[in-house]
């Protein structure tokens, strides 16, 4: 009896490791065998499974010596490929490398380790090694910084605070870089220069990524803003700033320049009455009288008595609206954390093409506890629940019609949150105990009052 159960366990496991789902992952530099020193590429890695993934697939760190790695995003491109005949749908996640020395660089594999779904457990893959060769640009000194990108825009925005200007006026100087193919944390200040009679103050650069549009970084972005103050009257000049950059599509040095900007400021003009308070005077004579209406005192003791309202209440004004606007800041918060915001992105998201399901995953963490959504299935346990896992594995699946699956769920989104509701444990209750019960209440004790 052993030998023929061990017999059929032998028989089985070929058809165990048949129905394990497949892994793969394919790497390739963009563009790829060799950089610019102070240029981009970027290592793409395409995370692939013929059913879909229940867990986020866990990258290493690369460290490249002689060049800098930024890792990729926590939003990865979702990706549906045909290897071989076979339907696969993955990830793709993206390094960026930027050279700072010319050299040959090797990227060793790289171990991934991913959850597919209808398998027994994680499984490790591993990409292929990958070379490239940095060269110093023609022209370029060693160790000399210039700013390498494919395309790029270098404009300015000249703000007065008023019209004519006036001494005491600003002038707001505002410079925006955007450079394709750069990292924006490598993109140069601009030298705002001093200009006699004028105080500058410089103001903290916004920097980030350039978004291509489709949710892709295509570069980075700089916004530098300075204010001039005008201290005295006079024609000034805000000096031309230029921008020497390494153009990667013609590969030649090129010069991005805003203009010089005149400004001219009056001096303050000194206030003059409509009308000679002096001559009038001198008119009336010195016995003359002023006759003062009582309305005007009366309206005088309003206004000093409104003064004093306001300068005595202004404290309590300010910590009471700063008091509402935490309360509001607080609501906003508790509500963007809830499972009720993610439930609101579940239909708009299940209407895209393709369907996405990240708000899905958001509300059944929020509102079940469940990590993922076969976990929302077991603790609903109702046709609803049954519609999820068949649009799961129709979508993300070996099955046929994944429209007739997604048309369905959509249909079961009502019953879906109803059921969820109901699985939600309620408070206790905080009612008083009965008045003379006839009963006991478990847990407590009454004597009899007769």
Do not use: C
């Amino acid at each position: 009896m052993k030998r023929l159960l061990l017999l059929l366990l032998l028989g089985l496991q070929p058809l165990l490791a048949l129905a394990e789902p497949q892994v793969l992952v394919e790497a390739q530099l963009v563009p790829e065998g060799k950089a610019l020193v102070g240029g981009t590429l970027n290592l793409q890695v395409d995370v692939l499974t013929d059913t879909w993934f229940t867990e986020a697939p866990q990258l290493p760190k690369l460290d490249l010596p002689g060049a800098q790695v930024t890792p990729p995003s926590s939003e990865a491109l979702h990706l549906n490929l045909q290897r071989e005949g076979t339907t696969f749908f993955g990830l793709r996640f993206t390094y960026q490398i930027t050279p700072n020395q010319a050299q040959q660089f090797q990227i060793p594999p790289l171990p991934i380790q991913t959850v597919p779904g209808q398998g027994s457990g994680p499984v490790t893959v591993q990409t292929v090694p990958l070379d490239f060769v940095a060269s110093q640009p023609e022209g370029v000194a060693e160790g000399q910084q210039v700013l390498m990108a494919r395309n790029l825009k270098f404009t300015q925005q000249i703000e007065p605070s008023h019209s004519p200007l006036r001494v005491g006026d600003s002038v707001v100087r505002r410079l925006t870089l955007e450079a394709e193919g750069a990292q924006a944390m490598r993109l140069p200040a601009p030298p705002f220069e001093e200009v006699e009679g004028l105080q500058r103050y410089v103001k903290t650069p916004q920097v980030g990524p350039l978004d291509d549009g489709r949710g892709n970084v295509s570069g980075g972005r700089r916004v530098d803003e300075v204010s001039y103050v005008i201290d005295q009257p006079g024609a000034y000049q805000l000096p031309a700033i230029e921008l020497q950059w390494w153009d990667m599509a013609a590969n030649q040095m090129r010069t991005a320049t805003v203009p010089a900007q005149d400004i001219e400021a009056s001096a303050e003009p000194a206030y003059q009455a409509p009308f000679s308070i002096a001559e009038d005077l001198r008119a009336l004579g010195q016995s003359a009288r002023i006759h003062i209406a009582q309305y005007w005192l009366l309206l005088a003791a309003l206004l000093v008595l409104g003064g004093l309202v306001i300068y005595w209440g202004l404290p309590w004004w300010r910590r009471g609206s700063a008091a509402w606007r935490a309360w509001r800041s607080r609501r906003q918060q508790t509500y963007l954390q809830s499972a009720a915001f993610a439930w609101q992105q579940v239909a708009q998201q299940l209407r895209g093409r393709p369907a996405q399901v990240g708000a899905l995953y958001l509300w059944g963490r929020r509102s079940l506890d469940a990590r993922t959504l076969g976990a929302v299935a077991r603790k609903i346990s109702d046709p609803s629940a049954q519609r999820l896992l068949t649009f799961l594995k129709s979508n993300y699946g070996s099955a046929a019609r994944p429209e007739e699956a997604l048309a369905a769920l959509q249909q079961a989104l009502p019953e879906l949150k109803r059921s969820a509701l109901r699985q939600q444990p309620s408070a206790p209750g905080q009612g008083l105990l009965p008045i003379n019960p006839r009963q006991p209440v478990a847990g407590s004790t009454y004597r009899d009052a007769r």
